[in-house]
């Protein structure tokens, strides 16, 4: 066999079920071995599409995305959805056509350097130039992207190395091991924990990749400790736990803000300083902080811990559970925040004023998604009011991607989540900024039969940048575009086409869409003077002491 089998062979023996990208000149003898092979490849409209499917497969399944370029523009293309899945913590493998060697030391047609170029946005990257070693740079590529904290990887494969005959076979998968915390270290969060009068637990998305869901609500639910969630932490507790104070993350100050005002003890878990600034909910760093993970705390001069519990999170919230004794502790005052927090998010729920308000078409939404459903949302302003008014049931049923934060992930996004999936609904939240980034891969979708829904929440501009300019300096500029006929566009593509023209239109609308065996697309037109007002109320927010 050449390099190019050998390599689609490796990549069977690591379980990959997709590959999404484009074909290419350089990339041919890969994809002529994956002709053979049971592997799907998805054949993508544009690389950074095939990036971000494969960034969020990662992130649904914990096992690595696979997405495949060409050389140079091609290769460019597929950098934002790579950087994306290494800064949320995706485990995705990156693999990229290149001239061959021959070509390498002059100047010559496409070609860049693209394991220099790789190297920042990436935890590893090789090029392979000896097919012998096939075996080895594939299996420490997925070991690499797969281990904590998960990301992104790159193999480069020259054209002529991929014709090359070799022999050899896929190395074994190594068995990776739960590593456990110290005794000592388990002893010292205990005892904070147990010393503590208002302690809060802030999880993030470190918990739902660790699988610590169950552990971490138990957790809280025997030690009465109330918990908030970053936007990537959503559903590692139940939204509707008598506990779950929702998500923290926004720039403003919010309910849950006071929370951390009056905490005498954060338990960070599965927490990432990527997700959500210490120095945003720790500005002086005087909170005292448990930090328990899957790695040791990053270096922050507002996140410097009491105790760090480094392991599995699993058995470490087991372990400190059994170890801690709060008998003596009367309720935290985090939870008198509660009621404040749900009325806030019930109040829209009447709401029929049309352009719709942002709170009230997430409400709707929540209504209709079950708890197992998956919301994938884009990056502008939406994704503010999605991270505080979208609660979850479930873990990984709501995905933001929030280290990156890329425009244009949504469309991509969910037709993974759609190929994980199958009988769950799907729903692509994305501004009209977004949804022009991406919106070709609507035909993927359709081609390759997983309809879901995308929501537009239209309002001629990037909504984000405008709330961020009027803030700072009172006026906005440069924002404002034109958009097609949304509904004529889906029609185009053999998709369906809806439009919203009162907000009781909303819910009946939807309901239909995610009945379609086609993809669909709903435009909606959508009130963000909203932003100014959360804006305004969130600078008189007092706290209750």
């Known amino acids: 066999m050449n390099t190019a089998e050998l390599l689609v062979k490796c990549l069977e023996n690591e379980g990959v079920k997709y590959v999404f990208g ?308 009367g309720t935290p005052h985090a939870l008198s925040l509660r009621d404040d927090i749900r009325q806030d998010y019930e109040q829209h729920a009447n709401d029929n004023e049309f352009p719709i308000k942002p709170q009230k078409l997430i409400y709707d939404l929540r209504q209709v998604m079950g708890p197992d459903d998956v919301v994938i949302s884009d990056v502008g302003a939406h994704k503010m009011w999605i991270a505080r008014h979208y609660h979850c049931e479930r873990p990984n049923t709501c995905l933001i991607s929030n280290g990156f934060a890329a425009m244009g992930i949504a469309i991509p996004g969910a037709i993974a989540a759609k190929l994980v999936h199958p009988d769950r609904k799907v729903v692509a939240a994305t501004g009209d900024g977004g949804f022009m980034m991406n919106c070709q891969e609507l035909e993927t979708a359709l081609r390759t039969e997983t309809p879901f829904v995308t929501i537009i929440f239209n309002d001629g501009g990037y909504g984000l940048i405008e709330w961020k300019q009027e803030a700072q300096y009172g006026r906005a500029s440069f924002i404002e575009f034109g958009n097609p006929d949304f509904v004529k566009f889906a029609e185009s593509m053999g998709l369906k086409g809806y439009r919203v023209t009162s907000t009781e239109e909303f819910v009946p609308i939807l309901k239909e869409a995610l009945a379609q065996d086609v993809p669909a697309v709903i435009d909606c037109p959508v009130d963000y003077r909203e932003n100014a007002r959360f804006s305004a109320k969130s600078g008189e927010l007092s706290c209750p002491m």
């Open 22 to 329: 484009l074909p290419g000149e350089e990339n041919m003898q890969v994809l002529e071995a994956l002709r053979d092979s049971p592997i799907q490849f998805v054949t993508t409209r544009h690389e950074q599409g095939a990036a971000f499917m494969a960034d969020v497969y990662g992130r649904l399944t914990g096992k690595a995305g696979v997405c495949l370029s060409t050389l140079g523009p091609g290769a460019t293309n597929l950098m934002t959805g790579v950087a994306d899945a290494n800064l949320d913590g995706a485990p995705l493998v990156a693999i990229t056509g290149q001239v061959g060697t021959d070509r390498m030391h002059i100047e010559s047609h496409q070609y860049l350097d693209l394991v220099a170029m790789f190297a920042p946005v990436t935890k590893w990257n090789s090029q392979i130039v000896r097919p012998s070693n096939t075996p080895e740079i594939v299996r420490k590529a997925f070991k690499r992207a797969q281990q904590e904290k998960p990301g992104a990887v790159h193999i480069d494969l020259p054209e002529n190395i991929a014709e090359m005959p070799v022999q050899g076979n896929p190395l074994k998968c190594d068995r990776q091991d739960k590593i456990y915390a110290s005794y000592k270290s388990l002893n010292d969060a205990a005892t904070a924990i147990s010393r503590a009068n208002n302690p809060l637990i802030l999880v993030g998305n470190g918990a739902i990749r660790d699988d610590a869901s169950d552990a971490l609500t138990e957790f809280a639910t025997r030690l009465n400790i109330p918990v908030a969630n970053t936007f990537m932490g959503k559903g590692a507790i139940p939204y509707t736990h008598p506990l779950a104070l929702w998500t923290v993350g926004l720039q403003q100050r919010d309910y849950i803000s006071c929370g951390f005002d009056n905490t005498d003890l954060v338990i960070a878990v599965g927490y990432d300083l990527i997700e959500y600034s210490p120095k945003k909910w720790n500005p002086k760093g005087e909170i005292p902080i448990v930090h328990i993970g899957t790695d040791s705390a990053e270096i922050d001069s507002s996140y410097i811990p009491l105790v760090e519990v480094v392991g599995n999170i699993t058995d470490s919230l087991d372990e400190i559970l059994r170890r801690s004794d709060r008998s003596s502790k």
